[in-house]
């Protein structure tokens, strides 16, 4: 462990661009475990993807993301990173606070501008203290410091870090920020050998509907194919942008995304990658993508330009789990929402963010807000749990 005292003195400094540290110094913190080479446990917070936000014009002027990369030094090492942005609206987040933006301007308050350390578009949980090994309290300690600092010194209202670690949150909220927890859908990997050993721990009828799913899905008249790295042509990016384009006008009225930021994903991040595509008569009619982690697939966009029955299931669920056993991965994360995952192997899991607003009575609203939210999203764990397809062991049954 690194010697740190109360002494210690710490430099902050807020990047407008990564253009401002090298990727050797972030990814140090971001991924020190791929050093050898191997895959990152997240894929997002590491350099080339945030560059890749950057460089397309996802992120920066005009988008409402305005970069504020933060950095802690000691003594001119960088000992922790943090993807922060200076936000002007709330898209693209999905921890909402619409209703909080919209209550704190009625009472007559600036909701906007407000920082988010996040990764844009992307509700995938993983580390927003971003520190290398042994300085992981210190570091943290610092970036939540200066974040706080930025933010008031910039008077904005709030600072929100989402989907962060389950640690991440205990830890903020030990420090004072307030914990949120909202809920997805993920899909764990019992050590299961085969998609057919999956099903066999379902409920018969489950098991049956999965099945009739995925024979319906692959009757669309072509075929499904999963591409990684090198297999991915940069034709299929063209398929997938107007994929793409279709899901973002109909769900945000506009794409997040840039098409200059699928070309830098394949020059840079290919080999992370795995692209399911569907395609008839020598043309991909429909296509999901996903992020390959160390030990979990982050299914992320879908889209077609023909409607098949149970296509967008065989694609962005099915198809995702076959590759997550086949790579002997842990889980599953499929993105935000969706109760009809539960259906196909999905459980209910906690979300964690944490939040400081500036005003304390706002602040105390929203933390009595907070606590019955917790307890809601509990409740409905627990309740949604319950209905999972997997077949009841002998002794839930007797209950």
Sequence with gaps: ?????????????????????????????????????????????????????????????????????????IDGQVIAVAPLYGKSHSQGEYIFDHNWAHAYEQAGGRYYPKLQMAVPFTPATGRRFLTRPGYDT??????????????????????????????????????????????????????YASFDDFLTSLSSRKRKTIRKERRTAQDFGGEIVTLIGDDIQPEDWDSFWQFYQDTGARKWGSPYLTRAFFDIMHDTMRDDIALVMARRDGQNVAGAMNLIGRDTLYGR??????????????????????????????????????????????LPAETHSLHWVADAGFANAIDRYLAEERRAVSHDIEVLTSYGPFRKTEIEEQQ
């Design 301 to 346: 966009y879908w889209g077609c330009i023909e409607d098949h029955p149970c296509l967008h299931f065989e694609a962005c669920y099915y198809r995702a789990i076959d590759l997550a056993i086949q790579l002997g991965l842990k889980r599953v994360e499929a993105g935000a929402q969706g109760e009809h995952k539960l259906a196909r192997g999905y």
């Design 1 to 73: 462990m690194t010697d740190i005292t109360e002494d210690t003195t710490f430099t902050i400094n807020a990047l407008s661009s990564l253009d401002q540290i090298d990727a050797a110094t972030w990814d140090a913190c971001a991924c020190p475990e791929a050093a050898d080479g191997g895959r990152p446990i997240d894929p997002f917070t590491t350099y080339r993807f945030l560059k890749a936000l950057e460089d397309s014009g996802s992120v920066g002027a005009g988008t409402g993301w305005d970069p504020r990369y933060l950095t802690a030094e």
């Design 138 to 191: 210190v570091g943290m300690s610092a970036l939540v410091q200066g974040a706080v600092e930025l933010a008031t010194q910039n008077h904005v209202s709030s600072l929100h870090i989402t989907f962060c670690t389950e640690a991440e949150a205990i830890a903020g909220g030990k420090m004072g920020l307030m914990r949120r927890i909202t809920q997805q859908f993920h899909w764990l990997n019992d050590n």
